[in-house]
């Protein structure tokens, strides 16, 4: 295939790699679809990670711990977030 130019990457695999290599900043992760939010859990695995949303992202059927920065309260699942996150997006 050789070498991708960056302007043909997509906005949410802009985003991925930011959060990948620079992990110390807030990403704008409105950027990203819901095939992107896999990626962000295992990032996020990895060190802590704070994006930013503007929509309700699809995190998956399975358990997963996330922060919202807006509230304080820690969600283990889509069931549990989506109440919060309907306040703000």
């Known amino acids: 295939m050789g070498m991708i130019p960056p302007v043909s990457l997509s906005g949410g695999v ?8 620079v992990p110390d900043k807030i990403f704008n992760a409105s950027t ?3 095939n992107c939010a896999k990626w962000i859990l295992k990032l996020a695995a990895e060190r802590e990670v704070t994006i930013n949303l503007r929509h ?5 059927k399975g358990e997963f ?3 919202i920065l807006n509230t304080g309260q820690v969600v283990h699942n889509m069931k549990d977030l989506i109440p919060i996150a309907g306040m703000y997006v």
Do not use: P, R, S, Y
């Not at 309700?56 to 998956?60: A, E, R, S």
């Open 14 to 21: 802009k985003t991925l790699i930011l959060i990948a290599n």
């Open 32 to 34: 990203c679809g819901d």
């Open 56 to 60: 309700l992202m699809d995190f998956g």
């Open 65 to 67: 711990e996330i922060k």
